[in-house]
């Protein structure tokens, strides 16, 4: 029988893992002490990572620790893969940074875009997209979709099968209001896809071109973005069933980069 996971907590690995690894490889790897680190501190997560494995709460990790530009930990753990065949997790391993995609990525292309005079935080995004309009829509601002506070609902209606980029924007100027913008914080999906579709306007650019070229690339974070490229596919930990088979969040038609989320990084 097929071993499940539970991943409570694995979150917490992912976010060890903001750079690129390919950036930390390139730094060199120290004793603890000699960047005023304990070992001694270092060394129980090897026990409490074994015992999440063993109480599967998760199928593996990678662990980096840095310090004034020296690596003094780098460890994986587990199982990158376990179905359809068991996969060692590897240090360089590339992992789907779902909707912390939001922060990294869409909210700092739109910030960027802010600190050039190009987007105004004040302004209702319908000057962006003129085509949401009515129903309340003219008072949502970029700040309330920021925020959270836009209105919509948590996501699309998740029963209805499509894919690609350009039916996430029709659906989204459809898209009714749940509350009335600035009355209440819902976490969302949808305002965050027109977070993705003002990048796209504003720049001319579609917003894993934007986030490529104005942030990953600057940083030196090649194995970061949005649609992972074919040579990469071996390195990325499959993260969620599709068709009845483990599928890397990423490689199907709707990992368009419209919204915060389908993208991977390592």
């Known amino acids: 029988m097929t071993p499940t996971y539970h991943f409570r907590g694995s979150v917490l ?7 690129s690894l390919t950036t930390f490889a390139q730094l060199p790897g120290v004793n603890p002490a000699a960047v005023s680190m304990s070992g001694t501190r270092l060394a129980p997560m090897d026990k409490v990572i074994a ?7 998760l199928p593996g990790a990678v662990v980096l620790v840095a310090r004034k530009g020296r690596v003094v930990w780098r460890k994986a753990y587990g199982s ?9 997790m590897t240090p360089d391993t590339i992992f789907d940074l779902a909707s912390l995609t939001k922060v990294v990525a869409t ?7 802010v600190e050039r005079g190009k987007v105004r935080l004040s302004e209702p995004v319908s000057q962006y997209i003129p085509e949401l309009k009515g129903e309340g829509r003219d008072r949502i601002t970029i700040e309330l979709l920021l925020t959270h506070r836009s209105g919509y609902a948590p996501d699309f209606d998740l029963k209805e099968r499509w894919t690609g980029y350009d039916e996430a924007i029709k659906r989204l100027i459809k898209e009714p209001l749940s509350n009335a913008p600035g009355a209440r914080f819902v976490y969302s999906d949808i305002g965050y896809i027109a977070l993705g579709e003002v990048v796209h306007r504003v720049s001319g650019m579609t917003l894993d071109q ?5 942030i990953f690339l600057p940083l030196g974070m090649r194995d970061t973005g949005f649609r992972p490229q074919p040579g990469m596919l071996n390195r990325i930990a499959p993260t969620e069933k599709r068709r009845g088979q483990m599928s890397y969040l990423g490689d199907t038609p709707e990992s368009s980069g419209a ?8």
């Open 51 to 57: 015992e999440s494995l063993g109480k599967r709460e």
């Open 80 to 88: 990158r893969a376990v179905e359809p065949a068991p996969e060692p």
């Open 13 to 19: 690995l992912v976010l060890s893992l903001c750079l």
């Open 210 to 214: 934007f986030a490529r070229r104005n």
């Open 259 to 266: 919204d915060g989320e389908k993208w991977v990084r390592g």
């Open 107 to 113: 909210a700092t292309s739109i910030m960027i875009l």
